[in-house]
């Protein structure tokens, strides 16, 4: 099972990015997903989640607004619209797949992590 994240890249302030988390080895169309950031020297810290049927989302209130995250169970991808972005969102961004129908803000609901993407913002 592996879930390979992708889009990350640098871009300047008030720039856009969208990330992308595609699994294999299994489908997830029945489970919550998730993105969770890391920054230098800073803990992981959640961004977003959303529901096994993409039909209710959950933001930090530090993206809210500006990021978007959506799926496709078709394709067993989920994805992460960042717009308007900060020099704050630098970090590694992963996405996880919750042991439950929605995913949540904490990390420990989370089965598998995908290995990372980085992005950076510039001011």
């Known amino acids: 099972v592996q879930l390979q994240a992708s889009g990350g890249g640098s871009v300047q302030a008030g720039g856009s990015l969208r990330l992308s988390c595609a699994a294999s080895g299994r489908t997830f169309s029945n489970n919550g997903m998730g993105w969770f950031r890391q920054a230098p020297g800073k803990e992981r810290e959640f961004v977003a989640a959303?529901?096994?049927?993409?039909?209710?989302?959950y933001y930090a209130d530090s993206v809210k607004g500006r990021f978007s995250i959506s799926r496709d169970n078709a394709k067993n991808t989920v994805y992460l619209q960042m717009n308007s972005l900060k020099p704050e969102d630098t970090a590694v961004y992963y996405c996880a797949a919750a042991r439950s129908v929605m995913g949540n803000g904490w990390s420990g609901s989370y089965d598998y992590w995908g290995q990372g993407t980085l992005v950076t913002v510039s001011s």
């Open positions: 959303i529901s096994w049927n993409g039909g209710r989302a």
